[in-house]
């Protein structure tokens, strides 16, 4: 890893230098990660510390995120879905990272994500500590959607080939009429209230199911065309799959920050607390109506 300032950093001003550095090199590295994925869809030995098969891309990612977002001055932890513990970098910011979302979609060739979310405390951090939180999309096109602490709705940019990146909305917010729908964990296993709040969702007509298996391929259809996206809580795993740190806090803080909504089925993601830095959580996000409507559905077994 490259040599580095170690100077956290003091004022608003220094954070949103060390986010904007973060941000930069997650958008410069994504052409990097897309290009490594051939030739790495097989499995490696072992598993990541969820008890998930890792994947060679994930690692590959996994790596090349950390020595590149390691090496920034004011960042001192850099943590991954893919790593037991938290590597200290320096001192200041938290960087979380899913490296790769969605990596089962490797070998079908479909969508996946670079999830990161940047904390101004020690891991495991609140949500409530997050200063900006962004994801890549590597779909048809590679598409980056970012959320911070000083700005009241999510940009979007297109990633081009080359790491140069421009912004294609500047302003995203959840369109008000939602259209999709995509849950997640296998039926026989949603518990009796959801099941029931998912049929009420299917009978609106103007609702279209979307689900392609990598959470950011799903939510980027909720971002864009507004509706629900969730991985719920599981008779057989009561909280879930996703993770708090990588994966519930960041999307939970841009759905809300494009002006819709987020649960773990009762309150906000950013409001949910686990104190191990792998802990899960039920995930629901989309437009405002549907989240309250879920919630009440739910209400009953909280
Ligand atoms: O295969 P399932 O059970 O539908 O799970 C899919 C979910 O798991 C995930 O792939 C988990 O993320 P990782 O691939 O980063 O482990 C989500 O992206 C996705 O929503
Ligand atoms: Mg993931
Ligand atoms: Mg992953």
Redesign the pocket.
């Known amino acids: 890893m490259a040599t580095k300032e170690n100077s956290a950093p003091t004022d608003a001003e220094s954070i949103q230098k060390t986010v904007n550095d973060v941000l930069d090199a997650v958008a410069r590295t994504a052409p990097e990660v897309r290009r490594g994925l051939p030739g790495r869809r097989v499995a490696v030995a072992g598993t990541n510390p969820s008890g998930?098969e890792q994947k060679a891309a994930d690692v590959y990612a996994d790596e090349l995120l950390c020595e590149r977002i390691g090496s920034i001055s004011n960042v001192g932890v850099y943590a991954s879905?893919e790593r037991a513990s938290g590597v200290d970098v320096g001192s200041g910011l938290s960087v979380c990272v899913?490296p790769?979302?969605?990596?089962?979609n490797l070998e079908p060739n479909a969508a996946m994500g670079t999830i990161v979310a940047i904390y101004d405390d020690d891991l495991p951090a609140s949500g409530r500590d997050i200063v900006a939180a962004a994801y890549v999309l590597y779909g048809a096109t590679t598409t980056m959607a970012v959320a911070r602490a000083n700005k009241e709705t999510v940009t979007e940019y297109l990633i081009h080939d080359s790491g140069d990146y421009q912004v294609v909305h500047e302003e995203l917010t959840l369109p008000d009429d939602p259209s999709v729908y995509g849950f997640?964990?296998r039926v026989p296993h949603w518990v009796e209230e959801f099941e029931e709040y998912v049929s009420e969702v299917e009978s609106d007509p103007s609702m279209k199911l979307r689900y392609g298996?990598?959470?950011?391929g799903?939510v980027n259809q909720v971002l864009t065309y507004g509706g629900i996206f969730g991985?719920p809580t599981l008779t057989n795993a009561p909280e879930g799959?996703?993770r708090v740190q990588f994966?519930g806090y960041p999307v939970g803080y841009i759905l809300e920050k494009a002006g819709g909504a987020s649960s773990d089925g009762r309150q906000s993601l950013l409001d949910v607390e686990k104190d191990d830095l792998h802990a899960r959580t039920p995930v629901y996000v989309g437009n405002e109506e549907l989240i309250d409507d879920l919630e009440a559905a739910l209400a009953d077994r909280n």
């Open positions: 998930e879905e899913d790769l979302d969605g990596s089962s997640g964990g298996g990598a959470m950011i799903d991985y799959k996703l994966e």
